[in-house]
């Protein structure tokens, strides 16, 4: 059974920046496909970055590229979200996932994905 679990959000003034963790909880190795999501109030999930199994193929939508960054490091069994530069329309649950279906691609979409974390609250004030 994999679990993930997110960490490192919080509260930062426009402009900073925070550092998200996903920690692959599981008896195995993954090179799955993940990736980060997030949810504002009132809004649908939607892609913020997805990273292929060896980390050499990522993606972003244009709302966050080049302001965000995203790594693993499969031998720690952990994924990261580096977020500079915030605005606060980046304020969202965010959320990690897995493709147990993918190893090379990188998915972009939400129903591509098989397991969730719980979510990890950003805010970012003005």
């Known amino acids: 059974q994999v679990q993930l679990v997110e960490s490192g959000g919080g509260l930062v003034q426009a402009g900073g920046s925070l550092k998200l963790t996903c920690a692959v909880n599981?008896?195995?190795?993954?090179?799955?496909?993940m990736g980060w999501f997030r949810q504002a109030p009132g809004k649908e999930r939607e892609f913020v970055a997805a990273?292929?199994?060896?980390?050499?193929?990522?993606k972003y939508p244009d709302s966050v590229k080049g302001r965000f960054s995203i790594d693993r490091d499969n031998a720690k069994k952990m994924m990261y979200l580096q977020m500079n530069s915030l605005k606060p329309e980046d304020t969202a649950v965010y959320y990690c996932?897995?493709?147990?279906?993918?190893?090379?691609?990188?998915?972009?979409?939400?129903?591509?994905?098989?397991?969730w974390g719980q979510g990890t609250q950003v805010t970012v004030s003005s």
């Open positions: 996932a897995v493709d147990f279906d993918q190893v090379i691609g990188v998915s972009t979409e939400e129903y591509q994905y098989d397991r």
């Open positions: 599981s008896a195995t190795s993954s090179t799955n496909t």
């Open positions: 990273i292929n199994g060896i980390g050499e193929n990522r």
